[in-house]
Nanobody, 118 residues
Framework: QVRLVESGGGLVQPGGSLSLSCVVS????????VGWFRQRPGKEREFVAS???????TYTDSVRGRFTISRDNDKKTVTLQMNALEPVDTAVYFC????????????WGQGTQVTVSS
């Protein structure tokens, strides 16, 4: 059974940092791209960043330079380091796994809440 479990969310002041973790079980992580998505209040879910199975990374423009995605395939963990957080980053953050060479994300976590507020 495949599971993705996010953790690390919470309340942080503007300009602060949080590190989100996604622990994956039930699959061979080095054969998957893992992405982070978020759903802001009243908005559709949107792509944030991805760590590709081949080592590459992709970021949406609004977080590039502030967020960093990294992965440890041996520990089956993908981390999203978020710096210089802004109130607009407030959202539920989800991680998801996409099998290499497939279309779409196959597995999703339940999400973790990030709130940026003073």
């Amino acid at each position: 059974q495949v599971r993705l479990v996010e953790s690390g969310g919470g309340l942080v002041q503007p300009g602060g940092s949080l590190s989100l973790s996604c622990v994956v079980s039930g699959l061979t992580l080095n054969r998957y791209t893992v992405g982070w998505f978020r759903q802001r209040p009243g908005k559709e879910r949107e792509f944030v960043a991805s760590g590709h199975w081949n080592g590459g990374t992709t970021y949406t423009d609004s977080v590039r330079g502030r967020f960093t995605i990294s992965r440890d395939n041996d520990k089956k963990t993908v981390t999203l380091q978020m710096n210089a957080l802004e109130p607009v980053d407030t959202a539920v953050y989800f991680c998801a796994a996409q099998r290499a060479f497939s279309a779409g994300y196959n597995y999703w976590g339940q999400g973790t809440q990030v709130t940026v507020s003073s």
